[in-house]
């Protein structure tokens, strides 16, 4: 056996001393370097990632997003060239847009069967390199190169790596040439050990003076977008909000859980009408927080606290903000909360408030039930969607992490779930078709605990469904994975009449774009030997979902295709 030391070393002991767990990958045969160091690493008995074979480019860069969600840790994507990174678009633009960081690479050939000292396949002549692979991905990067060279390729991944969860954290691509890979390489004399980014606090400056306004306020009333998404900065919110007894809404766009919902200062998602009392609004995590942008929530101030205030990512921002604090956002909160704490609170007055806002919790809640209530009082014929929800909020353990990919029902469950705990919430960024794959890649980092995928058939569709139930199996992984099911694209339908309500599409009910007559959702795990069950009786529901959790819990995915009434 021959110990080839090349550029496929150079990338795998890159991603070791970047601490990267996992590489997800959906091969290509540029990749035979790093499989050789792969194979090297078993052999040899070395620590060192683990490498995960998709069967779609898509599925790895969701996992990659999935797992990183869950530990904070950035992962690595090898997928194949030009085509299979075109593949992956989708999946790098959702993490770009969760500012999700990760390093994925692709590779062509540069001398195409030219030199005569290097036979390269002849696959690489004739269409499959394109030339500047980069290019089809760099607005929906952080930052994508080229790798220039041999030389440069060890230390140009562990840049990218570093790069890549430093603030804006994003995905960042390497385009690395197939001969970059074969060519010999010697490990650097001076290696060192990576540390992950450090934590970037807000200037004790900054934090005195929100300290002070937050300690005047009267009114002073939370806004938490994305606040849950680092467990420090929920628990550090929920010890504010204690504190000083302030409410807390969640953002009416929350793609995580930022605050817990049975807590007696808990307002709910997008209760906005708070806000135009309020004297101080802080916007925790804010991305997309006022609809219209233009229109400010409220008189108060607005302090925005956020690592990343201004997403490049996004085209148009409108947050009325009339103060920052800059930096982690945990960190933010923890000072914020010491800050109370050295100061002189007046007691009674924060007395008053929590009395006020648990009234308000416990009136919120009572509505809540009302409508669930009534969801499933129907006429015994349809599941309502709601009482589809209120069905998995009773069944489902109490530490189930939710990952929602339906469209039409996702404010309603938003509402109506019980999110009691950090990161028992999730919803993706991006195009539909990347549930599973972030189902599979939390579910990768918390193998423990049950994973929940609520997704719209339509929404269902554009995932990579088969791939997907194949990396379930392949890896151990099972989730559970509800198909909120109405027969329709139904946004599509909504938006239509939307811009006409009277046209001509309404008034002869023909609906183009919106019907979906799709396959027995429930029957593609059969592939795999998976549970899955068709419901349309609402008094089968509970048992059907009590036996596909049974099912989760004995190792195997279950699909719930859930026919509803809307
Ligand atoms: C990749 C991608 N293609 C198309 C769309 C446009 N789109 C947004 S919502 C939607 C309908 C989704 O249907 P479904 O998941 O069944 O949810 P429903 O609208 O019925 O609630 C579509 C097609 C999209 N968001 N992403």
């Known amino acids: 056996m021959k110990n080839y030391v090349d550029g496929g070393e150079a990338i795998l002991e890159a991603f070791r001393k970047l601490k990267i767990d996992y590489i997800l990958s959906s091969p290509g045969s540029e990749w035979s370097p790093v499989w050789e160091a792969l194979v090297r690493q078993k052999l040899g008995n070395r620590n060192g990632p683990a490498y995960i074979d998709c069967w779609h480019e898509t599925l790895a860069v969701n996992m990659a ?22 593949q992956a678009g989708m999946g790098i633009h959702g993490a770009l847009q969760a500012e999700v960081p990760m390093v994925v690479m692709s590779g062509e050939s540069h001398t195409l069967g030219e030199n005569p000292e290097l036979d390269i396949e002849p696959q690489w002549y004739g269409g499959l390199s394109v030339g500047g692979t980069e290019r089809f991905v760099d607005n929906i990067t952080k930052w994508s190169r080229q790798v220039t060279s041999p030389h440069t390729l060890y230390e140009t991944v562990i840049r990218a790596g570093e790069m890549a969860q430093r603030t804006p954290m994003g995905p960042i691509y390497l385009n690395v040439a197939l001969e970059h890979m074969l060519h010999d390489w010697s490990p650097p004399a001076n290696d060192r050990d990576v540390p992950f980014a450090p934590r970037v606090q807000a200037h004790p400056s900054e934090v005195e003076k929100v300290a002070g306004l937050l300690l005047k306020a009267k009114n002073p009333i939370v806004v938490a977008e994305h606040a849950g998404r680092d467990p420090a900065a929920f628990q550090a919110l929920v010890e ?11 953002g009416r766009a929350a793609n995580y859980a930022n605050f817990p919902t049975d807590h007696p200062l808990y307002l709910g998602v997008a209760s906005y009408d708070h806000l135009k009392d309020a004297d101080l609004i802080l916007l925790v995590g804010g991305r997309a927080p006022w609809y ?11 302090v925005a606290i956020n690592d990343n205030q201004f997403k490049g990512h996004m085209i148009y921002q409108n947050l009325h903000a009339d103060l920052y604090l800059e930096g982690d956002i945990a960190a933010s909160l923890q000072a914020l909360a ?19 806002w648990t009234a308000a919790h416990d009136t919120f809640v009572a509505g809540l039930k ?25 069944v489902m353990p109490a530490d189930t992490i939710y990952v929602d990919e339906t469209i039409t029902h996702g404010q309603t469950l938003r509402q109506h779930l ?8 999730f919803r993706g960024f991006g195009g539909l078709g990347q ?28 995932n990579p469904v088969i791939q997907a139930l194949g990396a379930s199996k392949q890896h151990g992984l099972p989730i559970l994975i509800v198909v909120f099911n109405n027969r329709k694209y139904l946004a599509m339908e909504k938006g239509h009449i ?23 959702y429930d029957a593609l795990g059969s592939h795999f030997g998976f549970h899955g069950e068709r419901v349309v009786e609402p008094g089968k529901l509970k048992a059907a979902l009590q036996t596909a959790m049974q099912k989760v819990q004995d190792g195997s995915t279950a699909i719930l295709n859930v026919l509803l009434s809307r």
């Open 65 to 86: 997003t999935g797992y990183t969600l869950m530990t904070g840790r950035p992962q690595a994507v090898l997928v194949h060239a030009g085509v299979g990174l075109l």
């Open 418 to 425: 019980p999110f009691t705990a950090p990161q028992t919430f």
């Open 338 to 356: 010491q800050a109370a704490r050295a100061a002189k609170v007046a007691a009674d007055a924060v007395k008053k408030r929590r009395e006020k």
């Open 292 to 302: 219209p942008p233009h229109v400010r929530p409220g008189r108060g101030k607005i």
């Open 498 to 520: 939307h811009h006409y309500p009277d046209g001509a599409a309404e008034s002869a009910r023909m609906h183009l774009g919106s019907r979906l007559d799709g396959p027995d």
């Open 370 to 394: 009302a409508e669930k209530v009534k969801a499933r009082s129907g006429n015994g014929k349809a599941i309502d969607p709601l009482a589809l929800i209120a069905t998995l909020g009773e």
């Open 435 to 462: 549930g599973i794959g972030t189902a599979l890649g939390i579910k990768l980092a918390a193998r423990e605990r049950p994973v929940a995928l609520l997704v719209g058939d339509g929404g269902f569709l554009y």
């Open 240 to 250: 504010l909000a204690d504190l000083l007894a302030v409410p807390v809404t969640w």
